[in-house]
C-alpha cells in the first residue's frame, strides 16, 4: 500500500534560518504530492501541490519539487518566519482504488523562534 | 470567498450520547470527505461521498454513520460516543476523483467525550 514518511519534529528553527523538511513516498503508479499546513486550533491548508515526476510546486515562500527517482518531495524555505510555525504534512494521492486516496505523513511541527 | 464550513468548532458530548457533526460547503464539488484526527497524528479517512455514493473505508467502525442530503451539506453521526472517539474531526471536499485535484480542509470540530 501507499505510504508517506516525513522526519519527526519538533522542529525549532531562529527567524530567517533555511527550512528543509523530508519526505519520502511509497505508492503503486502515479501520484500526486502535496504540502499542508495546520496551524493550531485549525483544519488543513494546502500549501502547494506537484501532479507529475519533475513538477516544482512553490507557494508563499516554500517550495518542494517532485523527484521520482528518489521518491522524495521535501519541503524548502530559504527564510521561515515566527508566522510559519504550524504542523506540516506532506501527503499522496492516487485514484487507483476509483477515489482519490490521500495517504498523509505524520506531520512535522515547526517552531521559528525570534 | 468559496469554502468549507464546519459546525460546532467544538462540541461537548457524554459518554454514550449521540452526537452529530455537520459540514457544508460552498464549493459545489462533488465529493466530500470525513477524516478523524487524533492528537499529533496524521488525519484518518473515515469515509467519502462521491455524489450520493456512499464509501465506507474497511476500518471505520461501525460507530459512525454519514448522510449527505444534498451537494452541499454531509453530516457524521457518532451512535454512542466512547472516550476514544474524542479527536478532531476535519471534513473536506475534492472536485473529483482524480489525484491531481487536492482536497479542501474546513476548520475542524474538536470533540470531547466527557
Known amino acids: 500500500g501507499n505510504s508517506v514518511t516525513q522526519m519527526e519534529g519538533p522542529v525549532t528553527l531562529s527567524e530567517e534560518a533555511f527550512l528543509t523538511i523530508n519526505c519520502t513516498y511509497t505508492?503503486?503508479?502515479?501520484?500526486?504530492l502535496f504540502w499542508y499546513v495546520q496551524y493550531p486550533g485549525e483544519g488543513l491548508q494546502l500549501l502547494l501541490k506537484?501532479?507529475?515526476?519533475?513538477d516544482k510546486g512553490s507557494n508563499k515562500g516554500f517550495e518542494a519539487t517532485y523527484r521520482k527517482e528518489t521518491t522524495s518531495f521535501h519541503l524548502e524555505k530559504g527564510s521561515v518566519q515566527v508566522s510559519d510555525s504550524a504542523v506540516y504534512f506532506c501527503?499522496?494521492?492516487?485514484?487507483?482504488?476509483?477515489?482519490?486516496?490521500?495517504?498523509f505523513g505524520i506531520g512535522t511541527k515547526l517552531q521559528v523562534i525570534p | 470567498d468559496a469554502m468549507v464550513i464546519q459546525n460546532p468548532r467544538y462540541q461537548v458530548t457524554q459518554f454514550g450520547k449521540p452526537v452529530t457533526l455537520s459540514c457544508s460547503q460552498t464549493?459545489?464539488?462533488?465529493?466530500m470527505y470525513w477524516y478523524q484526527q487524533k492528537s499529533s497524528q496524521a488525519p484518518k479517512l473515515l469515509f467519502h461521498?462521491?455524489?450520493?455514493?456512499?464509501?465506507n473505508e474497511a476500518d471505520t467502525p461501525d460507530n459512525f454513520q454519514s448522510r449527505r442530503p444534498n451537494t452541499s451539506f454531509c453530516f457524521l453521526d457518532i451512535r454512542s460516543p466512547g472516550l476514544g472517539d474524542a479527536a478532531m474531526y476535519l471534513c473536506?471536499?475534492?472536485?473529483?476523483?482524480?489525484?491531481?485535484?487536492?482536497?479542501?480542509f474546513g476548520p475542524g470540530t474538536r470533540l470531547t467525550v466527557l
Open positions: 473536506a471536499t475534492s472536485r473529483e476523483t482524480s489525484g491531481r485535484y487536492e482536497q479542501f
Open positions: 505508492a503503486t503508479g502515479y501520484p500526486s
Open positions: 506537484a501532479t507529475k515526476a519533475d
Open positions: 501527503a499522496l494521492s492516487d485514484s487507483s482504488g476509483g477515489y482519490q486516496k490521500v495517504t
Open positions: 464549493l459545489n464539488h462533488n465529493v
Open positions: 461521498y462521491y455524489d450520493k455514493d456512499f464509501n
